[in-house]
């Protein structure tokens, strides 16, 4: 294979190969098939995000039919930054969750995760309604798999609960995509912005695919499952499910609503989305604060940081929309490396309680130095990814005379600031007597560390992943 | 009125039936039900759709993805199964664990 297609095609095909062999091979190869494959996945994004940032945008017409027939793949800044963001983070996740499990959990969960980033790989490059869909699904069903790999009871429920709120989320995507055919005979992203007219069809078709893709998000009020999901499934894979998968539907939505919906939508819909993710910002973090376990604390947080994401739609200038995505990419690093930590401390102490983390600072030096940078990003102290977004979407409310958002942003902060240091106030303490803390591999307490500094790195030298997503922006 | 506006008229409603069925209920089976009678729903549209035009050939597009959706469902609902015969055995051995061990509660 040459040319454009190789480029866009190895990522989607090595994670898939990967799966397939390490399913095949016996309990030994698998990690060494793993490893093979996500090294060579990491190479083709590399080589990718490369190509996109000197050459610009991507496009392939998979099968050699184009639009409106067939499939169309695109790579451009936001996607290529995407990818890379999944490739990074999520290799540092599986790192971490070697020998989490049992044995047969781990040959299991490294396959499935396999499948997972091919299925996200394919869903950042699709420039296709459908195809979108197809994607998600896959995710989803993966992501599923994941969350009951444990087969015990918490995360059957977990994984049962989440499919349940996740398939009325895509159906209800799927039918504003039939409803969009319907209208315009295009299921193509760029044909469709070309076509797509304000009418109660559209309307119906974006309220459908947005509320589809909130609940999968998911924005406040359809947060409802997040937080027992997140608690019911094993520590790794909440740490996927929070940094990546659900960035996923995410960046679906961001697509269809920047590309296709905003030009003919009244601002209103998008001022209303804000108030819901302001609303969300807000009661997150509350409940975050007012949580006793801590992984509950880690998973609220994810429901108020999801918020900020949505102030984009109401203020929608070019600097929001390099905001909420900077915000994605460093929540991506950030919230995982707090949840891979979360799962080291219950590995090491089994204690689930918030305070039960007293005097593990002096034990778990690198683990907790995670979760305080990871803690800082989240917060939005510079120098951080996440300071750089919330600066982005500070100006951007600035420059659109819509200073409330701004105040949501400060209030926020304020609030993530109280739970972050709830967390870590009580690991300085010295350690109560009686307490037994099992070692943890020094790999396992580098690899939230990596995460939390890559969540630093990108507040430090934030010209390169904005200069990747200006390739081919919208407007 | 055209046949087809009857069909997707039905689908919409299919779909919304479906959504209130899985709000709703509690049970396991039936919210996975309610989420296949919403599916068929969307389904249902889609069909309608390719027969827009009454005069010529149905459009094969939405039929393609309706194939598609049917594979789709058709895994999402075995997993959902699965998922749910599992977790009732796990209770089902719970329950019997802890009417006879002396631990077991």
Known sequence: ?475 | MNPWVLYALSGMVMFSVGLVGLFTHQHVVKRILAANIMGSGVLLVLVALARRVPSGPPDPVPHALVLTGIVVSVSSTALGVALARRISRLKSMDAASSRTGPEGS
């Not at chain 1, 009325?168 to 319907?182: D, F, V």
């Not at chain 1, 947005?210 to 997040?226: E, I, M, N």
Request: net charge positive; hydrophobic share 55%; glycine share 10%.
């Open chain 1, 1 to 475: 294979m040459t040319g454009t297609f190789a480029l866009m095609a190895w990522p989607v095909i090595l994670p898939l190969l990967g799966a397939v062999l390490a399913l095949l091979v016996g309990r030994d190869g698998v990690r060494w098939v793993a490893g093979v494959a996500s090294v060579a996945t990491l190479t083709a994004v590399v080589v990718l995000v490369w190509k996109v940032a000197t050459d610009g945008v991507l496009h392939q017409d998979l099968g050699g039919w184009g639009a409106p027939l067939g499939i169309a793949w695109r790579a451009d800044g936001l996607a290529a930054l995407m990818l890379l963001t999944v490739a990074l983070v999520g290799s540092l996740i599986s790192v971490n969750a070697l020998d989490h499990f049992g044995s047969r959990e781990d040959r299991e969960f490294l396959p499935l995760w396999l499948f997972v980033w091919c299925a996200l790989n394919a869903l950042m490059l699709s420039a296709d309604a459908f195809n979108l869909y197809v994607t998600l699904e896959l995710t989803t069903l993966g992501a599923v798999s994941l969350i009951v790999v444990r087969r015990d009871l918490p995360g059957l429920e977990a994984g049962l609960r989440y499919l349940l709120f996740a398939l009325p989320g895509s159906l209800c995507y799927l039918l504003g995509i039939a409803l969009l055919y319907g209208a315009y005979a295009a299921l193509d992203v760029g044909l469709l912005a070309q076509r797509v007219q304000p009418g109660p069809v559209t309307w119906v078709a974006a309220g459908l695919v947005t509320v589809g893709l909130c609940l999968k998000t998911p924005l406040f009020p359809l947060h409802v499952w997040l937080p027992p999901t997140y608690t019911g499934a094993p520590t790794p894979v909440t740490a996927l499910l929070s940094a990546l998968i659900s960035k996923g539907s995410y960046y679906v939505l961001f697509r269809l609503w920047l590309e296709v919906f905003s030009p003919v939508l009244d601002a209103e819909v998008g001022q209303f989305l804000g108030v819901l993710g302001a609303a969300a910002v807000l009661w997150g973090a509350l409940l975050a604060l007012s949580q006793s376990k801590l992984k509950r604390v880690v998973a609220y947080s994810s429901v108020s940081q999801i918020g900020y994401m949505f102030l984009l739609f109401p203020m929608a200038t070019r600097g929001a929309q390099a905001g909420a995505i900077y915000l994605v990419v460093s929540h991506a690093a950030a919230k995982a490396s707090m949840f891979v930590a979360v799962g080291n401390i219950h590995q090491a102490v089994g204690i689930t309680d918030l305070g039960g983390v007293q005097g593990l600072a002096h034990r778990m030096p690198f683990t907790f130095l995670a979760m305080a940078l990871g803690g800082i990003s989240l917060i939005g102290i510079p120098p951080s990814g996440g300071f750089i977004a919330k600066w982005l979407l500070l100006n951007a409310s600035v420059e659109t005379h819509q200073w409330w958002w701004g105040g949501v942003l400060l209030v926020g902060s304020l609030l993530a600031a109280a739970y972050v240091f709830r967390i870590l106030r009580g690991s300085f303490l010295p350690l109560p007597p009686g307490v037994e803390v099992r070692s943890i591999p020094l790999g396992k307490e580098l690899a939230p560390l990596a995460l939390a500094l890559l969540a630093l790195v990108l507040g430090l030298v934030p010209w390169f992943p904005l200069g990747l997503l200006s390739v081919g922006m919208a407007r």
